[in-house]
């Protein structure tokens, strides 16, 4: 069974930082791409970031510049680094991933950033 799980998620001030994992149960190399989504309440869910088995990262214009999305295939984990954090990043984040034509989701973990 595949199982997407995520950490580090909280609350930060304003110009504040957060690093989420998103552990994976067994390889990460299957999952291409995966991806960081959040979702605030009353908006749909967005894409973050995503990164390919190659390594070609997206990202949402709006957090450009201030976030990286990485993959540590040796630890199955995926992370996203999130710096200069905005009240507007309230959301709660969501670890995705495709394989074999089907997306798996993580539970996700709730980041709230207070201005």
């Known amino acids: 069974q595949v199982q997407l799980v995520e950490s580090g998620g909280g609350l930060v001030q304003a110009g504040g930082s957060l690093r989420l994992s998103c552990a994976a149960s067994g390889s990460i190399g299957r999952f291409n791409p995966m991806g960081w989504y959040r979702q605030a309440p009353g908006k749909q869910r967005e894409l973050v970031a995503a990164i390919s088995g190659d390594g070609t990262t997206t990202y949402a214009d709006s957090v450009k510049g201030r976030t990286t999305i990485s993959r540590d295939n040796a630890k199955n984990t995926v992370y996203l680094q999130m710096v200069t954090l905005k009240p507007e990043d309230t959301a709660r984040y969501y670890c995705?991933?495709?394989?074999?034509?089907?997306?798996?989701w993580g539970q996700g973990t709730q980041v709230t950033v207070s201005s």
């Open positions: 995705h991933g495709t394989w074999n034509f089907y997306d798996y």
